[in-house]
């Protein structure tokens, strides 16, 4: 009974400690199981997590590569408006070009023409003055004619007849009193007709020839008037001051003294 007992206790225990094992083995599987288990999950956290990044960096991509092509567009656009402008510009600068062209041609030709026609103009007055010069040049009632004419030309205000009438009393009478007179005349002839340069030219040539004649503090005037047209503000009181200073108390001098008080 004893041996019996005993056979019975080893057979027991030896149940229990395969049982136990058979246990162990159990839990093992499972942990490892449940381990797999997450690594699974974790990876397919980690694949879902890296399609979400390259979809968004494929989005991103996308979005960089329309705007790269907006932007070349954009770009082309403006390079073509701006070879379109520089285009205008060309355009534009050929037609100011061409019509300064022209207009310096059409002004060389007017010039050479009104040239031709003063020629024209101052040859037949000497051709008329050296016809009457024998007869006239020792006749006072001829010779103050002629002026007379010449200066009605000036008041009914054909200027241009005027100067060629004067000119012409110049060659004729070249002994005159009236020379002077003459060429004072013909430079204020030359002002109304907005010839200043000729004007002063002609009233220079008074002072040149005449100084002490009657006429020429009011070709200073002239010339002061001449330059106050022509906007040379500082060279008419300088004139004005130079004609003060040499005619005092002519009645140019007394126009002189009004223009400078700023009273005319």
């Known amino acids: 009974m004893k041996l019996h007992a005993a056979l019975l206790l080893v057979l027991y225990l030896a149940t229990g400690a395969a049982r136990a094992g058979l246990f162990d083995d159990e839990v093992a599987r499972k942990d490892l199981a449940a381990l797999r288990a997450q690594v699974a999950a974790n990876q397919k956290a980690a694949e879902e997590r890296q399609s979400k990044i390259e979809a968004a960096l494929s989005r991103i991509e ?15 656009e403006l390079k073509q408006d701006l070879a379109r402008m520089h285009g205008l510009n060309e355009v534009q600068a050929n037609k100011i070009e061409t019509l300064e062209r022209r207009q310096k041609d059409l002004y060389v030709d007017l010039d050479a023409r009104l040239r031709k026609i003063e020629a024209s103009v101052q040859a037949q ?23 007379e004419a010449a200066l009605n030309q000036f008041k009914i205000g054909n200027y241009q007849s005027s100067v060629a009438a004067f000119q012409n009393f110049l060659a ?53 008037s001449c330059q ?37």
């Open 62 to 76: 996308t979005l960089v590569q329309d705007r790269a092509i907006e932007v070349a567009k954009l770009i082309d």
């Open 125 to 147: 007055a000497q051709a008329q003055a050296q016809e009457k010069q024998t007869a006239s040049v020792t006749d006072p009632l001829v010779e103050g004619k002629a002026y």
């Open 172 to 224: 004729t009478y070249p002994n005159s009193q009236q020379l002077s007179s003459a060429q004072y005349w013909i430079g204020n002839a030359y002002y109304a007709l907005r010839d200043y340069k000729t004007a002063i030219a002609a009233q220079q040539k008074v002072l040149a020839s005449w100084p002490d004649s009657a006429k020429a503090p009011d070709a200073l005037l002239n010339i002061a």
């Open 228 to 264: 106050a047209e022509m906007g040379e503000v500082k060279a008419a009181r300088e004139t004005l001051q130079a004609l003060l200073k040499k005619y005092p108390g002519t009645p140019a001098a007394e126009q002189a003294k009004q223009r400078l008080a700023g009273k005319r």
